[in-house]
């Protein structure tokens, strides 16, 4: 099977275009995949020697980039050179939801796609298909082929420029994201043009089989993506909105989802209660649905959606003010342990993290913070929480708490983190806390101590051996703890 694409550049080397190209790579050979970003130290990063400093840490990545970077795959900051060389483009960058202007809060900021589109616009050569990557609200695609077309028209004649452009939205979970690339559950390619849409077609079907490539116009494409995250989203909320329930009535949320989800109709998968969902996709693209209701005049429809992210603000509130509520009202000077940082396991990213509301709230009544993660760096937490942090290593104190007036503090030891707190709070499902002797640590703990699981890291088994501890424990929508 041969596509005819020889050269490929991908704008962004993040979370997505990282990941994504290096599979890309892996799977063909024969092409050249150059990814590109203006942001020279992350390329810095990628090129890195030592790959446990690649800036995104994916199960399985540095493996990959290891048997192909310097071969087929290549992480540059020659953005003018790379996209000119090349026959196929992904657009691949960052569409955070708007802080200002019209559709603030709720609209995608597009500034970064529209400066890519001029930037293809100028320096593309010959015919080259333009993959937009990126989450985009319905209709971006409409977007990029009119700067194209108008470039295109206006210097044809001197570098005989053409395009074509192709939705082909990316549905890799983070942790997951290469098991996801290079297994998906299908790849969705919308588009006008048959022959680019075949050429993108050919590359997924060397690895991907053909019955799963799914090929549509290219609005139905680009909404396919929100609808997708939304559904994921709302069974989220659904799901926490139950735990509360379960909370107050004595049931449990483990044994409701697993007893709803043995329903073959509703199925099992994402249908664990926890803090909240986080991630850079779902509440961005929910809010994008909801705008998009509002402009097309369907009031309704942005409520009902609107909803699932509301459920969950009040949901990372409930935690937080429950949290307070257990330790007699006031965590005000009482230290907390903070167990992960991540909007879940396996990744390093944290953007909207359960964990910045929980922590920010905890903060803002007083508490002082010792915060753990294995793969979240402090500075990362420090600028989430826009606070000052401290941390074991760089002090080379054995508890730097007691020597200054600081309120957070990043631990890479877990026990160090635990010892002397009042509580500790699982944000983040990272199996090492699934692993921790509770019988010994609770002993370095001020008493009354106590545990407040919202990612059910602590076990049936585990939960039952505990309570002969001096311990408390709250588990998300547990009846049976109070
Ligand atoms: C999501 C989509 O899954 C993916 O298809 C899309 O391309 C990008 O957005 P991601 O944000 O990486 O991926 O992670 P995901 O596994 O979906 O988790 C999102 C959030 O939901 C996390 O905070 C996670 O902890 C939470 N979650 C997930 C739950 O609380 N319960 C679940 O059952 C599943
Ligand atoms: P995602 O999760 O969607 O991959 P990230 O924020 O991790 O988002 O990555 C997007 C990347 O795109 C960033 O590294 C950013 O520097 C890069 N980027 C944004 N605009 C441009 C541009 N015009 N040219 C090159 N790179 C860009």
Known sequence: MTSGIKN????????????????????????????????VARIKAWNSRDLSKLPIF??????????????????????????????????????????SG???????????VEACAREVAKFAKGHTIVVEKSTLPVRTAEVIKKILEASASS????????????????????????????????????????KAIEKLSDIYQRWVPEEKILKTNIWSSELAKLTSNAFLAQ?????????ALCEATGADIREVSRAIGTDTRIGSKFLTSGPGFGGSCFKKDILNLVYLSNHFGLPEVANFWEEVVNLNKWHQNRISKLIVKKLFGTVSGKKIAILGFAFKADTNDTRES???????????????????DPKVSPEQISQDLSQKILTDKINKVKNPINQTNECCYFFSDINKAIDGTDAVVILTEWEIYSKINWSEVCKTMRKPSWIFDTRSSISDETLRTIKKYDLNIWRIGDGSVK
């Not at 962004?12 to 050249?32: F, H, N, R, W």
């Not at 019209?102 to 500034?111: E, F, H, N, Q």
């Not at 910045?356 to 009544?365: N, T």
Request: charged share 25%; with cysteine.
């Open 8 to 39: 490929i550049c991908c704008i962004g080397a993040g979370y997505v275009g990282g990941p994504t190209m290096s599979v890309l790579a892996d799977k063909c050979p024969e092409i050249q995949v150059n990814v590109v970003d203006l942001n």
């Open 58 to 99: 994916e199960p399985g990545l540095k493996e990959i980039v290891e048997r192909c970077r310097g071969e087929n795959l290549h992480f540059t900051d020659e953005v003018e050179k790379k996209i000119s060389d090349a026959d196929m483009i992904f657009i691949s960058v960052n569409t955070p939801t708007k802080t």
């Open 235 to 243: 069974r989220i909320s659904s799901i926490n909105s139950i735990s």
């Open 155 to 194: 210097v044809a004649e001197t570098k005989n420029a053409s395009f074509d452009v192709l939705s082909n939205p990316e549905f890799l979970a983070e942790g997951t994201a290469i098991k996801d690339l290079e297994d998906p559950d299908r790849v969705l390619i919308g588009g006008e043009n048959e």
């Open 102 to 112: 019209v559709g603030a809060g709720k609209a995608s900021d597009l500034k970064w």
């Open 354 to 372: 359960a964990a910045i509301s929980i922590c920010k709230d905890l903060l803002e009544e007083g508490a002082l913070l010792k915060i753990n």
